[in-house]
């Protein structure tokens, strides 16, 4: 399978999660890039047509912000897990952490929001200053961790330091189902 392939399947099935249709099928096996177009132009107007598409097809507007997703690292010890969540610019009072149960194991789920910088409207000489371009994410963020089954769900910790989330699961021998709840950020 190709890089084009696997993008096109990421595609579909991002769709089918936001519509919860099947994408339309394609009557070509590609959509060929015309010779007097630009190439980066043409992928940059196809993507906006497509995110347009997508905010049509949820009932959203594509100007809302949509949800990101933070990076995670994961380490492994006999006796721990340990994730390591980086949220730069999120404020701990806006960030929540919690584990639940689902039919495919245990998750743990972060969620939160970071907003722009100087929030509440910057100037600069009585003018408000308005955002040309982000390189990085602003808004919801939402990251779903599958945990192993061995893992002491009642023991599980977080701390948040510097703008990196910590969260530390010990290990267990037998596995055991979980209660859903909030784990308190120290």
Partial sequence: MTEI?????????????LTGQEAPELKAPFAPIPAE?????????QIERLNQILGVAT??????????????SLWESPEELLLSVD???VNRQGLEVSIQGTPQ?????VTGRRGPPQAGGATTNGNKLVLLRAEHPIGIL???IPLPLNVKTDQIASTFQDGVLTIRAPRQQQTTPINARNIPIT
């Fill in 5 to 17: 392939d696997e993008t096109i399947g990421k595609v579909e099935n991002l769709y089918r999660s």
């Fill in 37 to 45: 177009r630009d190439p980066v132009e043409h992928v940059q107007e």
């Fill in 59 to 72: 009932g959203q507007p594509t100007a809302q912000p949509q949800a990101w997703t933070p990076l995670v």
């Fill in 87 to 89: 949220l730069p610019g």
């Fill in 105 to 109: 194991g245990n998750v743990i789920i």
């Fill in 142 to 144: 939402r990251r779903v």
